[in-house]
């Protein structure tokens, strides 16, 4: 039988989204290295972008497996496999061609002042040039910058479901058992584990490189989330369970963000031997405040954003699209702005309400052109006009 659509998953997946554009505005302003950097960065709001960086993509993760294993009680595996390579690798492979190497080229502009023109700039892009170094860090081209996820997505989304056809009726079975081990205390504690197995077996010796090769510490963390949301998916137990636990979580995710806040701020004379000894303890309170929030947002969403819209159903199809388009614009507006001189306030509002309105703006056309719409990851408008039908709601759309 089939189970009824978490609608709240895909208001959650909306949101999260969203936020990537506050976030990526937000890199243009703090001391962490982008492609291009306000003159004005400092670390005035890094602990705004702390709030969400740690669990904001294991979010989407979840999600996204979450419905892999809804998609899953529609068709066979290799329908599913077919589907998700044609939705997910069609944009990832424009994006690296058409979307995304203006931002590579606005970041050699600055950091190299490289002055060539961008149809030259061009040539060496497809052509694989890596000789736009500073030191030993040299830009890697042609890339997918923040496609990355597409990329990871679909690598995982192709590893399980062949999990799922290897374990057939078993596949159930395990999301049973999974689903009765996480009550009570275990919610929390039993995830947050693994990700701390993970963090001290793996982040020293794999750092995030998002180049899916040799990437092992990102992979341990998404691919866990990821395989979870899947087994996971039809136990309407743990919802409940998540919603019922929802105000404890956001207590622990709030006192996690703060210590660690907290502890990365710690000036660096005063990082003494006895500060240091604590570096165990604060990663394992990292991987809370990766799990806790994700706890609190499917919690407060079963709570309160279990239900049926246009809105919903119109946004859920734009996700993706701006989601494509979002990066390349605060990167280009960012750059072009740079002249004006506006205070770094005025200019991050503009760079944010702009590129909502450009990215819709673009997604209005795109989604009614049949021929790019697979260019941006979204089916056929015959496709797209049938799962408005009700009979079509128990499938959410990654």
């Known amino acids: 039988m089939t189970k009824p659509r978490l609608y709240f998953l895909d208001w959650i997946r909306i949101f999260a989204f969203f936020v ?6 937000g890199m243009y302003y703090v001391t962490w290295d982008w492609h291009v950097k306000s003159p004005y960065a400092s670390d005035a709001i890094e602990p705004l972008m ?31 496999l077919k589907q998700r390579s044609w939705r997910l690798l069609v944009p990832l492979i424009f994006g690296m061609f058409v979307i995304v190497p203006p931002q590579s080229y606005f970041e050699v502009v600055e950091k190299i002042a490289y002055h060539g023109s961008y149809a030259e700039f061009m040539r060496l892009y ?34 399980g479901g062949l999990i799922v056809w290897l374990l057939g009726s078993r596949f159930q079975r395990v999301s049973d058992a999974l689903g009765r081990l996480l009550s009570g205390w275990r919610i929390v504690v039993l995830p947050v584990a693994v990700l701390a197995a993970a963090r001290y077996l793996l982040v020293d010796r794999f750092p995030t490189t998002h180049a899916l090769t040799n990437d092992w510490y990102s992979h341990s963390q998404y691919f866990f989330l990821f395989a979870l949301g899947a087994l996971l998916a039809m136990q309407t137990g ?20 703060a210590l660690i806040v907290c502890y990365w701020s710690i000036p660096e004379a005063l990082a003494t031997p006895e500060v240091l000894q604590w570096k165990p303890v604060m990663r394992a309170i990292y991987c809370l405040c990766q799990w806790a929030p ?20 119109y946004l859920t199809e734009a996700v993706f699209p701006v989601y494509i388009l979002h990066q390349t614009l605060i990167v280009s507006m960012a750059h072009w702005m740079k002249p004006i001189k506006l205070a770094p306030g005025i200019e991050g509002v503009f760079l944010i309400v702009l590129t909502f309105g450009i990215s819709f703006g673009v997604f209005e056309v795109v989604r009614r052109i049949g021929v790019l719409r697979p260019l941006f990851g979204l089916t056929s408008q015959k496709s797209a006009y049938a799962a408005q039908a009700p009979a079509a709601m128990a499938t959410p759309a990654l």
């Open 20 to 25: 990537l554009i506050f976030y990526h505005t």
């Open 238 to 257: 743990f919802w409940a369970r998540v919603d019922a636990l929802r105000w404890t979580s956001l207590g622990l995710w709030l006192c996690s963000w």
């Open 50 to 80: 702390i709030l969400s960086s740690p669990w904001r993509l294991g979010l989407l993760f979840m999600i996204s497996g979450v419905a892999t294993a809804f998609m899953l009680q529609k068709m066979r595996v290799g329908a599913l």
């Open 294 to 313: 994700i706890l609190t947002a499917c919690g407060f969403g079963h709570r309160h954003l279990n239900f049926d819209s246009a809105k919903r159903r």
């Open 126 to 159: 497809v052509s694989g040039y890596h000789g736009f170094c500073r030191g030993d860090d040299c830009l890697r081209m042609p890339t997918w910058n923040h496609l990355w996820f597409v990329a990871y997505l679909w690598t995982y989304t192709m590893i």
